[in-house]
């Protein structure tokens, strides 16, 4: 399967600030990145899907002003948390759409804790 | 829209034993995959194994293998010998062939192998 880089690991940060992930694929070129959070105790929610040289797409009730996403190159995918609030504060992955028939991987997440 | 159901938001096993979880889906296509993954404490999405659809023959990878039944949309996971390693969440997850080939979650059920 593909490797999937992401980072931070885990990320503290003040309420108020702005956070950013980064997730790069580095065995082949993702046109299309997922974007997943997940609460303790729960499942991946997709938030969004990124893909490279246009505008994200947002699943329902995601605020794309909140969660800004650049997918600028084939191997590199941004997600920023914007004026971040303790409930944003939760687990965040991301993932490549490679072959669907390989089963896709998944970045190793980071850990958002807002205080 | 597709719907991935786990019902045992639980489950323990003997080490060296067999256990079972269970997993259903609905969709109204007829050209799809399902997975099952494991995330482990450390939170990496690992896949465990993956089904086609439209292959009756039921995979299997080493000590894990599903029993796949297409018309009850039942996606059922063994995992034979289980061994202490194998205590982690276990996450069922389909996904259709045509447009975005998102990964659509279950709940999730936590797996625990009694030494």
């Known amino acids: 399967g593909a490797v999937v880089s992401q980072h931070p690991s885990w990320v503290i940060c003040k309420s108020g600030t702005s956070v950013k992930i980064e997730c790069r694929s580095l065995d082949f070129q993702a046109t299309t990145m997922f974007w997943y959070r997940q609460f303790p105790k729960q499942s991946l929610m997709l938030m969004a899907t990124s893909n490279e040289g246009s505008k994200a797409t947002y699943e329902q009730g995601v605020e794309k002003d909140k969660f800004l996403i650049n997918h600028a190159s084939l191997t590199l995918s941004t997600l920023t948390v914007t004026s971040a609030h303790p409930e944003d504060s939760s687990f965040y992955i991301c993932?490549?759409?490679?072959?669907?028939?390989?089963?896709?991987?998944f970045g190793s997440g980071t850990r958002l804790t807002v205080v | 829209a597709q719907t991935v159901t786990q019902s045992q938001p639980e489950m323990s096993v003997q080490e060296a034993e067999t256990v079972t979880l269970s997993c259903t889906y609905d969709?109204?296509?007829?050209?799809?995959?399902l997975f099952w993954y494991k995330q482990p404490p450390s939170r990496q999405m690992i896949l465990v194994i993956r089904q086609e659809a439209y292959k009756q023959q039921n995979a299997t990878e080493n000590r894990f293998s599903v029993n796949f039944q297409k018309a009850a949309k039942s996606f059922s996971l063994k995992i034979s010998d289980s061994q202490l390693g194998d205590a982690a969440m276990y996450f069922c997850?389909?996904?259709?062939?045509?447009?975005?080939?998102?990964?659509?979650f279950g709940q999730g059920t936590r797996l625990t192998i009694n030494p």
């Open positions: 993932s490549p759409r490679g072959g669907l028939g390989y089963g896709y991987t």
């Open positions: 997850a389909s996904s259709i062939i045509q447009g975005a080939q998102k990964l659509v």
């Open positions: 969709t109204s296509e007829s050209d799809y995959y």
